[in-house]
């Protein structure tokens, strides 16, 4: 039975021919890029083939069309790293094309090296232009890419450098090639033993017969054991694995996940999969890989987190003011951000405090991490619990089956921030304290303790201390979490920003609804000052969209804000009196039903609560 390789460039060609002369591989190669890979793939089967071996686009496109497997060779990490490290520089602007196995190796080098790129990646033929068009507008000083890329590239007069295939990348695929066809040879039981060790590709894989000795071995596992293929076959298992727990579960047959266990210094994690399906009864799958592999896609998959809309998009320039009060707290702000010290932020409601939170977080060594926002008077205590620190598998009625992630743990290396956290049942804030103390969490329902590295930013509405004073909160948790504070000023208090706030918001509006509206005079803006503004800066921006939408407001509308507080002073009591009344009249009607009540006041939930609860104190 024949292997093949499709090599789709001469110098690989010429590479892999070299690589069996001197090996003996029973390999024969032909040279033919995506074009013409299907057609020479089938000339290759009809001479004989059973195995095909090609890399990047051209093997994409014989997998697709012939409908058979393809060994791919993958694009070598140190040639991209080599290129990008010596021919490029921090300021430089690296447009990385081709298909996927090319830009999931090249990103990370990137990373690694703090080089600004971009990855256009080719899906299939009908966008090709259409990425070669975003490159060009995005106008690279450096362009690396595969065979394909580079004659698109090429064809619109650019230079694109190839990264090409290594010798140990040939080898690697070279080796699994040829452990497929010994797989094809053997009986069909085999067969798949076999096709259950190769589809473990990124792990040491071992498998066990019923004398509990090695019958194959994946190249990687030989590669992490540092033995040959040679040497590891036949070998006993706990000549390897010197564990007593582990070789203890191997003889029980008891299936093990996730399990520490060492070989000398070095760490690995380690599952068995004892009998698995459509095997022999007493086949064991042994899968290990570094603690290391495990840390370094953990990092990964916290860093693409971005991707899912964890970040801070907001930063200390986009806070509009002109006020000395508000340039000290941002002062403090930016004196806070330098430290990894927990914040408690207060400030009434619209002031912004998670404007200030994100402006921290991005001025701070966590900046690359993710922002994790939360609302503490959105969910009720068992919700809230549940999203804070997540849950196992079957952990209660309604969970999912594969358990869920907790925000401390998406958080991680990042900041967690705690909006309006007074708000917090004091269970709750006992299980948060806890957390602070140790930096580490359990998940509901699960016996496992998870470290986490999270900053936390508090924020309430509220004074915590009158709070703390009323037995709502914690004292130890208050200390714990304000050991920064920050008072955010309310608008009333910082008139010249105002003005600057107003002009800015019309912009937004009148920019987002492409609608003209007229310039407010200086005496309005005037009158805008002398406004309480109850709401802060969200009732001026809904006061500015409310501009925006009818083409302009006359001079009573501002005298009518003005007048508000004073009129409902003078009338009928204190403004939060009114509000009062007004909202436990609603709830009445509404058969005391706080979401109609909140439905028919046009406020959430959490406010009508909110203003009940501060009734009743």
Not at 399 to 415: D, I, M, P, Q
Not at 572 to 598: C, F, K, P, Y
């Amino acid at each position: 039975m024949q292997i093949a390789l499709i090599a789709p460039y001469e110098s690989m060609r010429a590479m892999a021919q070299e690589i069996i002369d001197e090996r003996g591989y029973p390999i024969r190669v032909y040279q033919a890029d995506m074009r013409k890979g299907v057609s020479t793939a089938r000339r290759a089967i009809a001479g004989g083939a059973h195995v095909l071996i090609s890399r990047g686009g051209t093997a994409l496109r014989i997998r697709e069309t012939l409908g058979i497997e393809v060994v791919e060779v993958r694009p070598s990490v140190f040639s991209a790293f080599a290129y990008i490290h010596s021919c490029t520089g921090p300021e430089s602007r690296i447009a990385i094309v081709g298909y996927n196995p090319l830009v999931s190796i090249c990103t990370p080098v990137c990373d690694i090296l703090h080089r600004r790129y971009r990855a256009f990646e080719l899906l299939h033929r009908d966008c090709f232009d259409a990425a070669i068009d975003e490159l060009i507008a995005w106008e690279p000083d450096v362009i690396i890419g595969d065979v394909v890329s580079v004659r698109l590239t090429r064809a619109r007069g650019l230079d694109c450098h190839l990264i090409e295939s290594s010798r140990e990348t040939l080898i690697e695929a070279f080796d699994q090639a040829v452990l497929m066809r010994n797989n094809m040879n053997r009986h069909h039981a085999s067969e798949k033993k076999l096709s259950a060790v190769l589809h473990c590709a990124k792990e040491g894989a071992l498998l066990l017969n019923g004398d509990k000795r090695v019958e194959e071995v994946n190249q990687r596992g030989c590669n992490l054991l540092h033995m040959m293929r040679e040497d590891v076959i036949g070998k006993p298992f706990d000549a390897i694995f010197p564990d007593k727990d582990v070789n203890a579960a191997v003889a029980s047959g008891a299936d093990m996940q996730n399990t520490l266990t060492r070989i000398g210094e070095r760490r690995f994690i380690l599952d068995l999969v004892c009998s698995p399906q459509n095997m022999e009864a007493d086949s064991i799958v042994v899968l290990f890989q570094p603690v290391e592999t495990i840390q370094q896609a953990e990092t990964s998959i916290r860093t693409k987190l971005v991707d899912r809309g964890f970040y801070a998009k907001y930063t200390f320039d986009s806070i509009i003011h002109s006020s000395n009060v508000m340039r000290a707290a941002i002062e403090t702000a930016k004196r806070y951000s330098m430290t990894d010290s927990s914040i408690m932020i207060h400030g009434q409601t619209g002031t912004g405090k998670e404007l200030f939170a994100q402006g921290i977080h991005n001025a701070s060594s966590r900046a690359k991490g993710p922002f994790v926002a939360v609302n503490c008077a959105a969910l009720p205590g068992s919700l809230l619990e549940s999203e804070l620190f997540g849950y196992a598998p079957g952990a209660f009625t309604g969970a999912l089956r594969s358990g869920k992630t907790g925000l401390f743990e998406l958080a991680h290396n990042g900041t967690l921030f705690l909006d309006e956290v007074a708000e917090m049942d004091v269970f709750l804030q006992a299980r948060l304290l806890r957390t602070l103390q140790t930096r580490e969490i359990m998940r509901i329902g699960d016996n496992k303790v998870i470290s986490v590295n999270v900053r936390i930013i508090a924020a309430t509405n509220r004074d915590p201390q009158e709070e703390v004073r009323r037995g709502r909160m914690r004292e130890d948790l208050f200390f714990r979490l304000s050991v920064l504070d920050l008072e955010i000023p309310p608008l009333r208090e910082r008139k010249e920003d105002i003005p600057r706030l107003f002009l800015h918001f019309l912009d937004r509006y009148g920019a987002k609804y492409r609608w003209r509206y007229p310039p407010p005079s200086r005496q309005f803006l005037r009158e805008l000052e002398n406004c309480p503004w109850e709401g802060n800066v969200r009732a001026l921006e809904n006061f500015a969209e409310k501009y925006v939408t009818l083409q302009g407001l006359p001079a009573s509308a501002t005298a009518s804000l003005a007048r508000t507080r004073d009129q409902a002073d003078g009338e009928q009591g204190s403004l939060d009196a009114v509000i009062m009344r007004h909202v436990r009249q609603t709830l009445d009607r509404e058969g005391g039903n706080i979401a109609r009540t909140a439905a028919r006041l046009r406020v959430d939930r959490n406010t009508v609560k909110r203003w009940l609860a501060k009734g009743a104190a």
